[in-house]
């Protein structure tokens, strides 16, 4: 009971951060507001995965999914400009930051935002429910369960010497996620924690590259920078491999190969 109890104090303070967010980004004030809505609604959905909650968070869930599928394409054109910027390609920024602002204008009728505050406004009262009938008492656990199951799939994958990045990022991700959305079910030493950070990171600035050179070759205001995106695409796979490695070392000996 006290774990679901927590859950649903976890969820109404996500709640407030998509208020806030939502509410600066109508303003059209705050450059990281976007950014910030998203980053919840990611929270969230970590925070309901290992629950497996069923009917209960499918609502929210799908809500919070959509969210995300509707705001990528802006979140990666704001990133793009700013990348733009840095290198003094001011008129190809400019572009992409008014698409950018037409969007905030009309993030007010945004029906994914509406979609996932009235889910969220809907969620508690169903959980609180189920926690009233029981069907949630042995909910600590079976998540305990799930955490330490997510965490030997990225190991597994991180050993795998044909590894997929693409998907080891998103497994590192889910792990990193969970970790903070629930520290004590399975904690990790700091030195791993810090390692996971880290990988994400690295795997991130190589997807973003990966991403941008693709776009250079259908946007010709993005060419000027091909060449030096694919080396830098290539400088961030190295570091990225060399922390894969770290990070199966000291996950193994975190959790132990079976």
């Known amino acids: 009971m006290a774990f679901a109890a927590s859950v649903i104090r976890t969820v109404s303070g996500l709640e407030v951060e998509v208020m806030h967010a ?4 109508v303003e059209g ?3 990281e507001a976007l950014h910030d809505l998203r980053v919840a609604a990611r929270r969230l959905r970590s925070l309901l995965k290992p629950l497996r909650l069923g009917a209960l968070a499918e609502d929210l869930d799908r809500a919070a999914k959509a969210l995300g599928q509707a705001t990528n394409p802006i979140r990666d054109m704001e990133v793009m400009a700013a990348e733009l910027e840095r290198h003094g390609l001011l008129i190809p920024a400019s572009l992409r930051r008014q698409a950018v602002l037409r969007w905030y204008r009309q993030a007010g009728s945004s029906p994914q935002i509406k979609d996932l505050l009235d889910a969220l406004d809907a969620w508690p009262d169903g959980v609180r429910r189920a926690m009233t009938e029981g069907r949630l008492d042995d909910l600590e656990a079976e998540a305990s369960k799930r955490i330490r199951r997510q965490l030997r799939k990225l190991l597994a994958a991180l050993d795998d010497p044909g590894h997929d990045l693409h ?32 990988l994400q990171t690295m795997l991130g600035d190589w997807h973003d590259h990966q991403q941008w050179c693709l776009r250079a070759e259908e946007q010709a205001d993005l060419r000027p920078l091909s060449a030096e995106w694919r080396r830098s695409e290539a400088a961030a796979l190295e570091r990225a491999e060399e922390s894969v490695r770290r990070l199966a070392r000291l996950l193994g000996k975190a959790i132990g190969r079976t």
């Open 22 to 25: 939502y509410a600066r980004i």
């Open 167 to 198: 998907d080891i990022r998103l497994l590192v991700k889910r792990a990193r996620y969970s970790q903070e959305a629930y520290p004590d079910l399975c904690p990790l030493p700091g030195k791993v924690l810090d390692t996971l950070k880290t």
């Open 29 to 31: 004030t705050d450059p």
